[in-house]
């Protein structure tokens, strides 16, 4: 499916909160975007064809009922705010469960239940710099083409005070991709695949740990949090912060396995490989293909980075991607210098940026 057969809608952002607890937030947002969140679950294949048939046998009840208890128990407050959603979309709480866990799931699916294009990895790029003329963190969201037209922002304000603003998958929490909050911290997500060896069952699930990032108040922070999550599958976290100008590369696996990397004045590229965490890992021919192409590409200025990340030089593994799997569903552009996130719909080279949001320390601002 080529993007000329796609029509790209408007990116549609929700303000919630404060809110009296958690699950009111869940259940606000999932009656606000429940056609959304329907939609997404009527016509993802991994969904109806593996996630639900799997979940009706005997053998998924000690994981599910693993990650049930283990990410409630550490993440009280998401848990409600996710069953909230179900509520608030009217979806069966099951469904939203699975959606949430996927990652955590297809990794222990039976071989003879998963089909050749079970699950794609998420083919997210990053290019990453800090230098003295630019400190710019660049992402392209690359998700199964199921996804395109079911994604929205949410602005939170949380009770507290503090406010973030997150790309979000329809009937999933803030944000499995890519998001900011009003201390100056913000942060991209890749997906990484580690070997089955590698993986934990019932542990921590992703989409609760980036949900928790969301409220960390520093990069120390986020680090305290990602290093206190006993997390099932790896992943690979680009954390940004506007105040100190640093970014760092966060590789984690299960076990509490953790590798930082300071991003500095050489451009760093990361697709969805390991590339500092020593550990036993899936190849993926897909990333090995986009980090050989970002390795001769130029990366001097915003506009090589955007136009690296637009790249569809290889016809079968290209950096920006259109189908008829995986679709690059938007890109984001986080400017320290400028303290700006701004997300580009469409390839990034034509430069067509439709939101852009300054990150500020005191308060979040809307698009300009």
Not at 109 to 137: G, R, T, W, Y
């Amino acid at each position: 499916m080529g993007s000329s057969s796609m029509e790209q809608k408007k990116l549609e952002m929700f303000e919630v909160g404060p809110c009296e607890d958690a699950y009111q937030m869940g259940f606000l947002i999932g009656q606000r975007f429940c056609d959304q969140i329907r939609s997404r679950l009527a016509t993802d294949l991994i969904h109806q064809n593996q996630l639900l048939p799997f979940a009706q046998t005997p053998q998924s009840e000690p994981l599910l009922k693993a990650l049930r208890e283990n990410n409630q128990t550490k993440f009280p407050k998401y848990w409600d705010e996710l069953l909230g959603t179900a509520a608030g979309s009217g979806v069966p709480v099951l469904d939203i469960l699975l959606i949430n866990f996927r990652k955590e799931i297809l990794a222990f699916l039976p071989k003879e239940a998963k089909s050749s294009n079970a699950d794609s990895p998420d083919d997210c790029s990053d290019v990453l710099i800090v230098s003295d003329s630019m400190a710019i963190a660049a992402h392209n969201e690359d998700a199964n083409v199921a996804l395109f037209g079911h994604t929205y922002l949410i602005k939170g304000t949380l009770p507290n005070g503090p406010s973030f603003i997150a790309y979000t998958y329809a009937g999933e929490l803030p944000s499995c991709a890519f998001g900011f909050n009003s201390h100056g911290l913000a942060f991209t997500l890749n997906s990484v695949p580690p070997d089955e060896d590698e993986i934990m069952a019932g542990g921590i699930g992703r989409n609760f740990m980036s949900r928790d990032l969301l409220e960390a108040k520093s990069i120390d922070d986020a680090l305290s949090r990602i290093h206190s999550s006993e997390i099932s599958v790896g992943h690979s976290y680009n954390l940004i912060e506007t105040r100190t100008r640093k970014i760092v590369n966060v590789e984690t696996a299960s076990r509490k396995r953790v590798s930082v990397r300071v991003i500095g004045e050489t451009p760093f590229f990361h697709a969805n490989m390991y590339l500092h965490l020593q550990i036993s890992q899936v190849q993926d021919e897909n990333s090995l293909s986009r980090q050989k192409r970002a390795a001769i590409l130029t990366k001097q200025s915003k506009a090589e980075f955007l136009s690296l990340l637009g790249d569809t030089n290889d016809t079968k593994y290209p950096i920006y991607m259109t189908g008829p799997l995986l679709h690059t569903l938007c890109t984001a552009v986080i400017d320290l210098d400028e303290k700006t996130l701004s997300i580009i719909e469409g390839n990034p080279k034509k430069g067509d940026i439709s939101n852009v949001f300054s990150m500020s320390s005191d308060e979040l601002m809307l698009p300009k």
